[in-house]
């Protein structure tokens, strides 16, 4: 079955960085694309940024643009989210997300919270 695992999150000030991590297993990881989503409280969930499956082409949100990097390791199953520059309204549960067999599974989500 589809599993997607993700770490990395946690707390840190404004203008820090952290980098998450997502573990795939259970699906052919190289064929597909690859979702992160946020969900911040009393907010609807929102994508941040998507990675083709050879990590050739990537897309991001307006409100990460140039301060947060996709990218994937296909050898690992593993895609992972680089956040520079985070800002308060960063603070939000990051998910993991791949549509497979025309369906959204989505990892367990990890809290990020950027404050001083």
């Known amino acids: 079955q589809v599993q997607l695992v993700e770490s990395g999150g946690g707390v840190v000030q404004p203008g820090g960085s952290l980098k998450l991590s997502c573990q795939a297993s259970?699906?052919?990881?190289?064929?597909?694309?690859m979702n992160w989503y946020r969900q911040a409280p009393g907010q609807e969930r929102e994508l941040v940024a998507s990675i083709s499956s050879i990590g050739v082409n990537m897309n991001y949100a307006d409100s990460v643009k140039g301060r947060f990097t996709i990218s994937r390791d296909n050898a690992k199953a593993t895609v992972f989210l680089q956040m520079d520059s985070l800002q308060p309204d960063d603070t939000a549960v990051y998910f993991c997300n791949v549509y497979y067999r025309s369906r959204d599974y989505w990892g367990q989500g990890t809290q990020v919270t950027v404050s001083s």
């Open positions: 259970g699906f052919t990881f190289n064929t597909y694309v």
